[in-house]
């Protein structure tokens, strides 16, 4: 292990303390708390779905990262914007888009956010502000940049969230969207979610700082850095910035170090890494933190059964939704190709 990874590591103290938050502060937790449960039993029912061949394409789940994008979404208003990779369940969760409906684009089904055309990488909705899914490493960071720009230009106080691995930040889309963005003043907040590994490559292999963030000077921009399990520290965090995108104070580039307990996608085995690692970090669990806080703020454990039963029956639901549900027929292949 190198220099870079092991520093890393050694960053993420062992024991982190877990607090009781604030009387104020609860019912924020107890929604944060319900929603980073709603992606874990998403992703994990997704898994089954996927290992019985109902699920087709590429699938790769956000189990272990919840806390950075509950966290970050909670800091934005329903009118802005999220933009996301092919690792988009949980945004797209976050951002209020139906779970149903998500449920569905992965079984491939017309009821689909995206009509069943999309699958797993390709999560979208309009309506929600919700703009993908994207497939192509570090791509999407430039369309953040573009919708950074059609904000300020309508002057409607919107701002964008840009989530992306650190292997994004290799990628020369990443580069060209930051200069812009940071010479424009555009509201968008850049969040490179650490996970330590693109793919099967661990970070001292193919970047060159040991703090993503960093590379924030280079364009005279903000910039933070923190570590991801704590769904409330997240949402105080990635608030600061979304407050001065929003001012008009320009944009931010967040480094959020977190874990995936799987492997990158639903193909990967995951042999770059140790088991015991794997089980270090699980002791980390964002959704136990959560849990155990609002457990010593005096919320009672019968409330939070009574969520986690909620959250159980609507993935339940949302799965016989999507079997049940058509799939496209063969017209639907030339639906919403070309805009009218
Ligand atoms: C331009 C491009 N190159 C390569 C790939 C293949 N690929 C898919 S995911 C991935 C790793 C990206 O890792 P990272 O950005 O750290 O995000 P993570 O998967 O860890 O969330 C690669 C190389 C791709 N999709 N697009």
Redo the contacts with the bound molecule.
């Keep these: 292990m190198s220099k870079a990874t092991k520093e890393k590591k050694q960053n993420l103290p062992q024991d982190l303390p877990v607090e009781a938050v604030p009387a104020d502060q609860i019912d924020l937790l107890k929604k944060m708390y319900r929603e980073m449960l709603l992606i874990r039993r998403f992703e994990e029912a997704s898994a089954r779905a996927y290992a019985a061949g109902k699920i087709g394409g590429f699938c790769?789940l956000y189990i272990g990262q919840e806390a950075v994008g509950v966290g970050s979404i909670n800091a934005i208003n329903a009118s802005d914007y999220v933009v996301s990779?092919?690792?988009d369940h949980g945004h797209a969760i976050v951002k209020d888009l139906d779970v149903k409906a998500l449920m569905a684009e992965l079984f491939g089904k017309r009821s689909g956010v995206s009509g069943g055309k999309g699958g797993s990488m390709h999560f979208f909705d309009k309506e929600k502000n919700f703009m993908g899914g994207h497939?192509?490493?570090?791509?999407h960071v430039a369309l953040a940049a573009g919708i950074g720009w059609a904000s300020k230009y309508r002057n409607d106080k919107t701002v964008t969230l840009c989530f992306?691995?650190?292997?994004?930040?290799n990628?020369g889309a990443f580069h060209e969207a930051l200069n812009l963005a940071s010479l424009w003043k555009l509201p968008v907040v850049f969040i490179c979610?650490?996970?330590l590994?693109?793919?099967g490559t661990p970070m001292y292999r193919a970047l060159s700082v040991e703090d993503v963030s960093i590379r924030a000077v280079a364009y005279n921009m903000a910039k933070d850095n923190f570590i991801g399990d704590d769904v409330t520290k997240v949402k105080e965090r990635v608030q600061l910035a979304v407050d001065r995108a929003r001012k008009g104070e320009g944009p931010t580039l967040l480094e959020i170090t977190t874990y995936?307990f799987r492997g990158?996608s639903m193909s990967d085995p995951a042999k770059y890494r140790t088991k015991d690692e794997v089980e270090e970090y699980k002791k980390r669990d964002p959704l136990n933190r959560a849990k155990l806080s609002l457990l010593m703020s005096g919320v009672d454990e019968k409330d939070l059964s009574r969520m986690e039963a909620e959250v159980k029956s609507q993935i339940e639901e949302a799965v016989d939704f999507a079997e049940k549900s058509e799939v496209p027929s063969a017209s639907d292949l030339f639906s919403n190709v070309y805009a009218d």
């Design positions: 790769h990779t092919y690792r497939g192509i490493v570090g791509g992306f691995g650190e292997g994004a930040a990628i979610e650490n996970n590994y693109s793919m995936r990158h």
